[in-house]
């Protein structure tokens, strides 16, 4: 008590200009409108989210491992894979972007805050009631959803175990959340940006985060309608996705696929962000193609709002439509390659060295990739016939999603923890986080490919025998995935408890203005505004 | 200080004109979504994309008849979720030439002890024909309200369109019965 006193009055004698001085115990990071402690409530969540929907994996995984049932009920198996998706996508993956928005952004564009602190906290703490109405369906009569995370119509609205309402207000709360938190990260990058800082001149960062908070102010909202008509379907006796109304459940895909699309961008441009700020830190170069970069990622964010129906191939549609869809999708992969190529030409002849944010980075380019490459094998309408709704399906995303959009945020995790905790991390234990990751995470989604093109269904929890296997070898992979990333939250809590002392700027080739205040980074940064030429 | 303040209120217009703006955004897209309900129906309307048929009856149209194409129209029927009645085409499939008017029977029998509403909800496959397929009378324009046990014969006359795409040979035309009894009645 005594130290968190002095603790506090020595903020008061560095703040004395500040209003908002820290609280002590559980309401300072209740009541907390500081962008840093926002940042640090984020991550923390989605880690646990990470671990949460990392358990649900491993259930499935485990009943995978051999054909034949033998741990889960295939109903609750659905419910499984269902919640395992929901919470990876809006409880890890999307938070854990907000917080590096959330502690970053201000420090890389010289401001003092986020522009809406009050919003900022709200935009979290509703969070947490997101996930425990999700979660808590699990203990229900009803069950958790079992829909799949996509909740195709009829099968959330008629044939849904009745667990619909849960699901549509959480996922409601979620993005009342998510699209504060875009406001917040948009008005912020507008208005707060330190004098002389052109939006040419803005960090790729700071940059991907804004085009993302455009794109999630745009299709949250349509997400929130849709569910709202599975709602009213199922409740209120409405018919917008059933056919007996006049209703089209293909209509639901549709809507729902005009927001998915986009969401998936939404995941993956902050990591562009990220890994196009760390990869020139460690090749001591200037990221090679700057402007390129940003036009790459603004196309690549507008295309998505032109291809949602890429997912739907199977549905009829007719075969303009299915050209158009085609065409489109593979046209993303020229912003997308002009970034890879640039990431590659920035590294060409750098005085490279390979750090844990390196080597996450690097194992982004060369895995997100052949995510990349399967998702243009996806986007061939004819081959998609074959590889719907299978394990290849699975394979893409997990490529795209684990060893990309996760890889990129252990990365960045790695990169700032020195800035966040004022300690250097344990470097040969992150080593072990990144070599044991990089094997497993591979032998668990590499043979999934193959399980994809040999035609084992997704979302089933029984197979036929020949792909048991492969089956065994990706659940082998996938417990020591999971368990490899206890070693992170190892580092983690090293990492804060101490360690090697970190200067202000712990990386010589970094470059930012997070670099120029003190690590740990003080509580209130750029009170007054550097200037920028 | 004073300085300080005067910038942050300048600052704070300029937050509200964003968040105003961003807010309106979040709205209309909002308001998107739910308009993409009959922008879909329109679109489909235009481009029969999703294989729905008229609603409502049209006269015969055509400019004669087309007898070097012969076209095979499937009848198919199915019952929605629990609906207990016995609901089949009388005839399966028959051949038609393009502007040809041809009349089918459609058997249902309602084998529950209670009366029912049923509502047939047509497709036709391949989606593109739908635009093609004219009904001139059909049952599924109006409900079929039956009565316990009782069974009917519902007739559906329609032809097909001369300038039906040369590549379509075969049409499948699907109905779907589903009991609205609970919808009319609230």
Request: glycine share 8%; proline share 5%; charged share 10%.
């Amino acid at each position: 008590m005594t130290t968190e006193t002095i603790n506090e009055s020595l903020d008061d004698v560095h703040n004395d200009d500040h209003h908002d001085h820290k609280m002590t115990g559980i309401k300072r990071w209740l009541y907390t409108t500081n962008h840093k402690d926002i940042g640090t409530l984020y991550l923390w969540f989605s880690f646990i989210m990470l671990l949460t929907g990392g358990a649900l994996a491993m259930v499935i995984r485990a009943e995978l491992f051999q054909p034949g049932l033998q741990i889960v009920e295939p109903d609750f198996f659905n419910q499984l894979t269902t919640v395992h998706g929901l919470i990876m996508v809006f409880g890890a993956i999307m938070p854990a972007f907000t917080g590096f928005a959330n502690w970053m952004i201000p420090m890389m564009i010289g401001a003092p805050d986020m522009a809406l602190p009050r919003m900022n906290n709200w935009s979290f703490w509703i969070l947490p009631f997101a996930f425990a109405i999700l979660l808590g369906s699990f203990f229900m009569e009803s069950g958790a959803p079992n829909f799949g995370w996509t909740f195709y119509a009829p099968l959330s609205t008629t044939y849904s175990n009745g667990s619909t309402a849960f699901f549509v207000f959480a996922v409601h709360i979620m993005g009342i959340s998510s699209i504060m938190g875009a406001i917040n990260i948009v008005v912020t990058i507008m208005n707060l940006r330190a004098p002389g800082m052109t939006y040419m001149k803005m960090p790729l960062f700071v940059w991907t985060f804004f085009i993302t908070g455009y794109l999630l102010i745009a299709v949250m909202p349509v997400l929130a309608g849709v569910v709202t008509m599975l709602l009213t379907d199922t409740y209120f006796g409405t018919s917008f996705f059933d056919a007996a109304g006049g209703g089209d459940p293909v209509m639901f895909q549709h809507i729902f696929w005009f927001f998915g699309h986009p969401e998936v961008y939404i995941m993956i441009l902050p990591a562009f962000g990220i890994v196009s700020t760390i990869i020139p830190a460690f090749s001591r170069k200037k990221l090679f193609g700057y402007s390129s970069m940003v036009y790459a990622t603004s196309s690549i964010a507008l295309l998505s709002f032109i291809v949602w129906a890429h997912h739907m191939f199977t549905t009829g549609m007719p075969l303009f439509g299915e050209l158009f869809f085609m065409y489109c999708t593979m046209l993303i992969a020229v912003p997308t390659g002009v970034k890879v190529f640039n990431w590659v030409a920035t590294m060409w002849r750098g005085s490279l060295t390979f750090e844990t944010p390196m080597l996450f980075s690097i194992a982004f380019v060369i895995l997100f990739t052949i995510g990349g490459f399967s998702g243009l094998m996806l986007a061939l309408t004819p081959v998609d016939f074959q590889y719907h709704d299978t394990y290849f399906v699975v394979a893409h995303f997990h490529y795209v999603l684990v060893t990309g959009s996760l890889f990129s945020i252990y990365a960045g995790a790695y990169f700032w923890l020195p800035k966040w905790t004022g300690h250097m991390y344990n470097e040969s234990l992150a080593k072990w986080h990144f070599w044991c990751s990089l094997i497993s995470v591979n032998l668990l989604f590499f043979p999934m490919h193959f399980l994809g093109l040999a035609g084992m269904p997704r979302r089933i929890p029984d197979y036929a025998l020949q792909f048991a296997d492969f089956n065994k070898w990706v659940s082998i992979g996938g417990f020591a995935f999971g368990l490899s990333q206890l070693i992170f939250l190892a580092v983690v809590i090293k990492c804060i408890k101490g360690g090697d002392k970190a200067p202000a700027k712990p990386w010589d080739g970094a470059e930012g203005l997070e670099w120029t205040v003190a690590s740990p980074a003080p509580y209130h940064t750029f009170s007054t505004p550097p200037k920028v030429d | 200080m004073s300085e300080g303040t005067e910038q942050e209120v300048i600052k704070q217009q300029n937050n509200s004109k964003v968040i105003k703006k961003l807010v309106l955004v979040v709205f209309a897209m909002f308001g998107f979504g739910f308009a993409l309900v009959p922008l879909y129906d329109v679109f489909c309307d235009i481009t029969g994309l999703n294989g729905k048929t008229n609603s409502s009856g049209v006269a015969y149209a055509a400019d004669g008849i087309d007898t070097s194409r012969t076209i095979k129209v499937q009848f198919i029927t199915r019952m929605a979720k629990g609906i207990p009645w016995q609901f089949e085409p009388v005839t399966n499939e028959i051949s038609v030439h393009p502007g040809e008017m041809k009349f089918v029977n459609f058997y249902a029998k309602n084998k529950s002890h209670r009366d029912i509403i049923g509502q047939a909800v047509p497709s036709v496959s391949p989606g593109i024909a739908a635009g093609y397929f004219q009904k001139i009378e059909c049952f599924c324009f109006t409900q079929q309200p039956l009565k316990a046990g009782e069974e009917v014969e519902m007739g559906l006359q329609f032809y097909v369109d001369l300038d039906l795409p040369s590549e379509i040979t075969t049409l499948t035309l699907s109905y779907t019965l589903y009991d609205i009894s609970g919808k009319v009645d609230s």
